[in-house]
């Protein structure tokens, strides 16, 4: 409470007198006897020594209408309203308990008496709006007249709205609940806290829950809880609900359901479904539809309402439908097999069945084909293996099939082809090096190492890239292996199976059966020749070359390091002899051992001569060693070998080099002093025909330049004579030019200067007649405005002196001679009525600010009066004014 003291109060603290304005109180403590009592205003309380103000002035508490305040400890009263006090004057309260207290009916404040709290200020009433409602809870025990129940502490209640609720002491406002808004297609989820009875009037246990479909707004009582708002499932011919039962119950169309049962609900049950509380929602199943091209086989089927384990149904287009709770489809939507004339499907049957389309009974493992064109639906009992389609194979084209009942494998070469059901395509396998060599071309490729044992990074290099680009083409091992045998070249096969080769001649395809094999030839390659350079599967039978470095040792010692070059071919006089083209294959290296033939016939030759001899008839020698002489002592043509009928046509020596470093450093020597000389002739000569043309170019260049100069020179005359005679036309020219422009110039300053004189003065005497004029316009407006003004102020004044003066009679006239006179007394004659009113024989008046000794004056007074035995004296204060009135009875 807030404490409302005056000026002079608030000085006055100190001061044992208290003014209690009205509606303000406070609380003394006696001293002597302990007890505190309550002083109402107003009042002007005069405390005593043994009395101690503790609280106040304070204000009242007022509590307007529709408003309450809560007291803490408040007092007793008896059945009149009134106070009870004890034998010493103490309030009795009531400890601990609270009073509410509303309005007054006269709406008067009321003070707290000492001991009493205001524990809750005052606070307007709680209005509960439509559709909400206060949660309530006992606190004590009471009756309720409101709803003329019994109460008992703990108990839980609604007050609904619309209402004010006015508190009770007993009572606990827990929460405000509003209402639940319940639309079209939802439901609130209820669950009851105890065992209640519904808005229904059903019975509901603890931890019971249920579902209001009712639509509008839903107040839940006390003990029920809102869960959640439910919305409804819509149901439409592409969608469904499988549900779960969580426990026994009857589902909303009356059907038993027990516990962890699954169904479906389809839009023919109900358009929209709100799952109850005993329901689970499993899954949101979409609908299946299959067209005329299409069908699907259910696994584990649903028939009249049980769910038939192990079985397949077969379902065909077009149709529309729901997996029941448990079904699936073993391998989706399957499109039917629509089979071309050149098309197949392979089936296996997994189930003894009748087949109705072939009129045979089929047992389990079977295996047939079905042939189109037509049109097949698989039945549950058969497994669909494969489709087939009609393989077209060209003359040169070709597949391996093998029969998974024998083994046996063939080609199939040169026709449209399709494996039947006891058919396959079977792989041929070939080795890693014939694999790389099928896509290597063996005419550009011939002399590419393939197999590299050096540490050339090159070579190693190059490897690497045939390979990629090998591995880069995947052969389709099915297929017939086919290799194209280039002209001039031959193949050697050879069948495994048969124990036969055969040989075979280009240009030529080759196709590989089954058992068959390529002959892999494994050539030297490199210079020196080394093994097992280049490997191929086609001999080229020539002419080729090959190049090989050989050391040979003269008879005087001389080391020489020959790089010869050999051009070959192989003979064969009729490729129809099957002995004469075995011998092509006899020999597996013909080039290693070719090499190695000429090196050793080479290096017997040159062992017995000398190396002036052998470097002066190098090639004679070499050509002698290895073809030989006929019987009249002439070199042989050509060298061939019996073994494979290779022959040697000629022999090229690309460099002879001597291996010791000092015999090679004399032969350089000899060889630059013999170039040099011939190098020096050269130059001599060069320089004199050199030096002979250069005196001819001299002579023609000196007549040339004096024939350049005499024409310049009549020239340069023409151009003096033209430059003469334009100087004096310039000259004159100019003279002139400059003399008319100063004169026309001067002229036209002149007529400027006077056009611009007689401009700037009519300028001037337009601004002077404008200036002039403006001046007298504004001296006529400025003296009408002045006239004007002073004649409203005129007027303005003559009617407000006319005014006060009406006024002035009006309220003379109105008031009167005789009012104005008792006005003017009324001071004086009031204060001679006051002073006879009180008796006064003898009066001093004073302002506060003169001195004035009043000592003697009181002591006369006080002589005067002690005769008097009848005579009272009183004396009147008043600190506000300063005035000191004694009366004398």
């Keep these: ?163 004010t609720y006015i508190p009770r002491k007993e009572v ?129 089927p649903v028939e009249d309402g049980k769910q038939q384990l192990g079985k397949k149904k077969l379902i065909l287009g077009e149709k529309s439908f729901f997996l029941q709770p448990g079904e699936k489809l073993e391998n989706g939507i399957q499109d039917v097999f629509i089979l071309g004339a050149d098309e197949g499907v392979i089936l296996k049957c997994i189930e003894a069945f009748e087949d109705q389309q072939a009129n045979v009974k089929r047992n389990p493992g079977d295996r047939w084909m079905i042939r189109g064109p037509t049109e097949y639906i698989p039945p549950t009992q058969v497994e669909v293996v ?77 490897e690497t890239t045939t390979n990629s680009k090998s591995n880069a083409v995947k052969r389709d091992k099915s297929k017939l292996v086919t290799y194209r045998v280039p002209h001039n070249a031959c193949v050697q096969i050879y069948d495994y199976k048969a124990k036969k080769a055969r040989i075979i001649f280009g240009p030529e395809l080759v196709m590989l059966g089954p058992d068959e094999q390529f002959t892999l030839l494994s050539l030297s390659g490199s210079v020196p020749k080394k093994p097992n350079q280049i490997q191929s599967l086609c001999l080229l039978l020539g002419p080729d070359f090959f190049t090989d470095v050989i050391v040979i040792e003269t008879a005087d010692h001389a080391r020489l390091s020959l790089q010869l070059s050999y051009n070959w071919h192989f003979q064969i006089t009729d490729i129809s002899d099957e002995k004469e083209a075995a011998k092509l294959f006899s020999v597996p290296d013909f080039i290693g051992d070719a090499a190695k033939a000429i090196a050793s016939r080479i290096r017997g030759a040159v062992a017995g001569t000398q190396f002036d001899d052998f470097h002066k008839n190098s090639a004679q020698i070499i050509r002698a060693a290895v073809f030989g002489l006929d019987a009249n002592q002439q070199i042989r043509q050509h060298f061939i070998f019996p073994q494979n009928n290779l022959v040697l046509t000629s022999i090229d020596i690309q460099s002879v080099e001597p291996v010791d470093q000092r015999t090679r450093d004399a032969l350089q020597k000899s060889v630059q002093l013999a170039i040099e000389i011939t190098t020096n002739s050269q130059e001599a000569a060069a320089k004199h025909e050199a030096s002979r043309r250069e005196q001819e170019a001299k002579g023609l260049l000196e007549r040339q330049r004096i024939r350049d100069e005499a024409e310049a020179e009549d020239v340069r005359k023409q151009l003096l004579q033209l430059q003469a005679l334009s100087a004096a036309v310039e000259s004159t020219g100019q003279a002139k030019a400059e003399a008319q422009s ?114 003697g004056f009181g002591q006369g007074l006080l002589g005067g009066l002690t005769g008097n035995t009848n005579k009272k004296s009183r004396t009147a204060t008043n600190t506000s004014s300063n005035y000191h009135i004694e009366e004398n009875d």
């Design 742 to 855: 100063r004169a026309e110039s001067h002229r036209i300053e002149g007529e400027a200067a006077v056009e611009q004189a007689r401009l700037r003065a009519e300028a001037t005497r337009i601004e002077a007649e404008a200036e002039l004029s403006r001046l007298k316009l504004a001296r006529e407006a400025e003296i009408k405005f002045l006239r004007e003004q002073n004649e409203l102020e005129i007027n303005k004044k003559a009617e407000m002196s006319k005014i006060e003066t009406e006024k002035f009679t009006l309220q003379v006239e109105a008031i009167g001679a005789s009012t104005i006179q008792a006005i003017a007394t009324s001071g004086p004659d009031t204060q001679v009525k006051l002073l006879q009113a009180l008796g006064l024989q003898s009066m001093l008046v004073t302002d506060g600010n003169t001195p004035i000794n009043l000592m």
């Design 1 to 163: 409470m807030s404490k409302t003291t005056t000026a002079s109060d608030t000085k006055s603290h100190s001061s044992p007198v208290y003014r209690i304005p009205p509606y303000h109180y406070i609380h003394v403590l006696d001293q002597n006897t302990n007890v505190t009592r309550l002083e109402i205003g107003p009042k002007t309380f005069i405390k005593q020594d043994n009395e101690t103000v503790i609280l106040g002035p304070e204000k009242m508490i007022t509590v307007p209408p529709r408003h309450y305040c809560v007291v803490e400890s408040p007092v007793i009263r008896n059945e009149a309203g009134e106070v009870e006090f004890d034998e010493n004057g103490q309030a009795k309260l009531i400890h601990a308990d609270l009073d509410i207290r509303l309005a007054q009916p006269d709406q008067a404040p009321f003070p707290l008496y000492p001991g009493e709290v205001l524990r809750q200020p005052v606070t307007p009433l709680k209005v509960v709006p439509a559709n909400s409602a206060l949660r309530l809870k006992a606190v004590l025990d009471f009756d309720d007249e409101t709803a003329k129940e019994q109460r008992r502490a703990g108990d839980e209640w609604l007050f609904e709205g619309p209402a």
């Design 386 to 462: 494969t489709r087939r389609k009609a393989l077209p194979l060209d003359e040169n084209e070709g597949i391996y099939v093998r029969d998974i009942k024998t083994g046996r494998v063939r080609a199939v070469i040169g026709e449209t082809y399709m494996l039947t059901q006891d058919e396959e395509l079977w792989q041929k396998e070939l080795p890693k090096q014939v694999e790389d060599l099928l896509t290597r071309d063996a005419l550009v490729d011939r002399n590419i190492p393939t197999r590299n044992r050096t540490t050339d990074k090159n070579q190693s290099q190059q």
């Design 172 to 300: 606990s406002v827990e929460e405000q609940i509003r209402a639940t808004v319940i639309g079209s297609n939802q439901a609130i989820r209820l669950c009851a806290k105890k065992e209640i009875t519904d808005r229904t009037g059903q019975h509901r246990v603890t931890g019971e829950e249920w579902l209001v479909k009712k639509t509008g707004a839903y107040l839940p009582l006390a003990y029920e809880t809102v869960v959640s708002v439910e919305n409804a499932h819509v149901l439409t011919d592409k969608k469904a609900l499988q549900l779960r039962a969580l426990k026994t119950f009857t589902d909303d169309f009356g059907k038993e359901r027990m516990n962890g049962e699954e169904w479906l609900i389809t839009y023919l049950d109900t358009e929209t479904h709100i799952l109850s509380v005993y329901e689970q929602l499993v899954a949101v199943v979409d609908v299946i539809t299959l067209n005329s091209r299409q069908y699907c086989v259910i696994i584990d």
